[in-house]
Structure formats: structure tokens, C-alpha cells
């Protein structure tokens, strides 16, 4: 499985940004699918993960109420809708697939990696 993501600015604080993930492989349907995000000078975080039928989604607390992840099997997609962004939310984006691990907050149990993408929320 490969996966390319896409849809990263620049943006001001309270604003929006939809991330798209596309994936290749007929295998992806079956996979749980979510985002990371790391910002300079961190650790690279959870952000969001949901289920491979799109029955479950979780959410890290520092974006709960504001990101909503979503899939489209048919397409091979997964979205990430960032509303109300903060600067905070500054980070390069990583999409990712199949959990392999017991946790799926910790970034070691995800096996497929998309390159990234940049988004910047100024004030």
C-alpha cells in the first residue's frame, strides 16, 4: 500500500483545511486508516484513526470537536476536516494505514506511511 497525502497550506487561525489521503492497493479497504502530525522540535503525535468500514473514529483530545475524519473505500481515500485551526495545529500531516500494534495512539503501531504534508496556521 502506498499513500500519498495532500491538501496542506498556509491558513489563519480559526480557518479550515480538508487533507486528503490517497491510497493504492486493493488491500486498503481492510485497513484502519488515521493521521499523525508532527511539529518542529516534537514528537510525532496521533490525530486521528478510524476504522477500516468508517464505523469508529477516535480523536486525539487536542482536536476532538474541531477534526473529523472520514473515508471513502470506493475510492480509496481518506479526509481530514480541520475547522477552527490554531496555530498549534501547525504540523506536517501524515496519513496512515493498518494497525500492527496494541496501541494505535503510538505512531510504531501503524506498518504503511504517506510522505507528509505542511500545514501552517498563523495568528
Known amino acids: 500500500v502506498q499513500l500519498q497525502a495532500s491538501g496542506g497550506g498556509l491558513v489563519q487561525a480559526g480557518g479550515s483545511l480538508r487533507l486528503s489521503c490517497a491510497a493504492s492497493?486493493?488491500?486498503?479497504?481492510?485497513?484502519?486508516a488515521g493521521w499523525f502530525r508532527q511539529a518542529p522540535g516534537k514528537e510525532r503525535e496521533f490525530v486521528a484513526s478510524i476504522h477500516w468500514s468508517g464505523g469508529g473514529t477516535y480523536y486525539a483530545d487536542s482536536v476532538k470537536g474541531r477534526f473529523t475524519i472520514s473515508r471513502d473505500n470506493a475510492k480509496n481515500t481518506v479526509h481530514l476536516q480541520m475547522n477552527s485551526l490554531k496555530p498549534e495545529d501547525t504540523a506536517v500531516y501524515y496519513c496512515v494505514a493498518q494497525i500492527i500494534g496494541q496501541d494505535y495512539r503510538r505512531p510504531n503501531a501503524h506498518n504503511y506511511w504517506g510522505q507528509g504534508t505542511l500545514v501552517t496556521v498563523s495568528s
Open positions: 492497493g486493493r488491500t486498503f479497504s481492510s485497513y484502519s
